[in-house]
C-alpha cells in the first residue's frame, strides 16, 4: 500500500496495523517513495539480529524454511515386548 507523507501521518495508526500483519506501507513524498514501514520480525530477519523466542514464534518460519515434513510411507516395523 502507498501513502503519501500527510495521509500517513493522518492516519498512522492505520498504517502500523496494516504493517503489523505482514503487508509493508511504502510513503511516498511528491510522488516518490522514501519510506517502507515493515513488521519488526521482518525488519530483524533482513538485518541477519536476533529475535526473542515470542518473535520467533509469532514470525512463520515454516513458510520460509524448505522443510519437506512428509511421513514417509514405510509400514511400520513389527516390535516383539516378549523378550
Known amino acids: 500500500m502507498h501513502w503519501q507523507v500527510q495521509e500517513a ?3 498512522f495508526s492505520e498504517v502500523l496495523r496494516a504493517a503489523e500483519s ?3 506501507q ?3 513524498k511528491h510522488g516518490l517513495e522514501v519510506a517502507v514501514l ?3 520480525a521482518e525488519y ?3 538485518r541477519g539480529g536476533s ?3 515470542m518473535e520467533y ?3 512463520d518460519a515454516s513458510a520460509e524454511a524448505d522443510l519437506d515434513i512428509a511421513r514417509a510411507p514405510d ?3 513389527d516390535v516383539d515386548l516378549a523378550e
Do not use: C, S
Open 22 to 24: 505482514g503487508e509493508p
Open 9 to 11: 501521518k493522518q492516519r
Open 44 to 46: 530483524h530477519r533482513l
Open 75 to 77: 509400514l511400520p516395523r
Open 26 to 28: 511504502i510513503v511516498t
Open 38 to 40: 515493515i513488521d519488526i
Open 51 to 53: 529475535m526473542t523466542f
Open 57 to 59: 514464534l509469532r514470525a
